[in-house]
C-alpha cells in the first residue's frame, strides 16, 4: 500500500472515526462533509486535526441535535452546556473557563483514550501520511492566497443553504467537489445564485 496520503482517504479516515463515536452516541448526526475538517483551522476548536479536535467536533454535533445553544459570540465562546456534552463524551476541562473561549480546550479523559485508542492509532496514521505527503510541496510549488496569507481554508467561504432553511459556510470549490448533505432535511446545501456570482 502506498504512503502517500490523498485528501479523500484522509476524509474517509475521519468519517470512520466520526462512526466509532456514534456507535458510543448514536443522537450523534453523519458527519456531512469530513473533507471540510482537513486543513481547517480554529482557535476556538483546537488548530490541529486530531482524535481529539473530532470529538470536540461531535459535541457540536450532538448540541445541534438536541437543539442546545452551546456556544456565544459568533462561536468562539464555548459555555457549560458545551461543557456537560463535552463530558457525555469523554472529555474534561480545568474548572475555570477560559476569558474568551470558555469551555473550548478540552482534552480526553483516560477512560476515552482507552475507549477510542484504536481509533486514535487510526486516525494518527492517516493524519501523518497525509502530512507526509502533503510536506513533499517545493519552494516551486504555488499554493494560493490561503497559504501565502496563513489562512488554512483554501479559499473565501460563502453562506450555502439547503430548504429548510440552515446554512453553512464553507468554500465554493469544496462544495463543487461533492455535495454536503444537511442533516435537518436530507437535502444538499446550495450556494445562492447571487452569491455565486459574487464569490466567481
Known sequence: MSTTQTPPVLAAELAQAWADIQRYHPELPDLAAPESLIGESSSACGHE??????????????????????????????????LAIAEELGLDHPDEPHPSSGFSLVSLTPEAKRRYRPTIERLQRALKAHSAATAGDTARSFRGPAARHGSSGGGVRVKAVCDCGRNVRVVPSVLAQAPIVCGGCGKPFRIPEGVAAAAG
Open 49 to 82: 486535526l486530531s482524535f481529539e479536535r473530532l470529538l470536540h467536533e461531535a459535541v457540536h454535533g450532538i448540541a445541534a441535535a438536541r437543539g442546545v445553544r452551546d456556544t456565544s459570540r459568533a462561536g468562539r465562546y464555548h459555555n457549560r452546556r458545551f
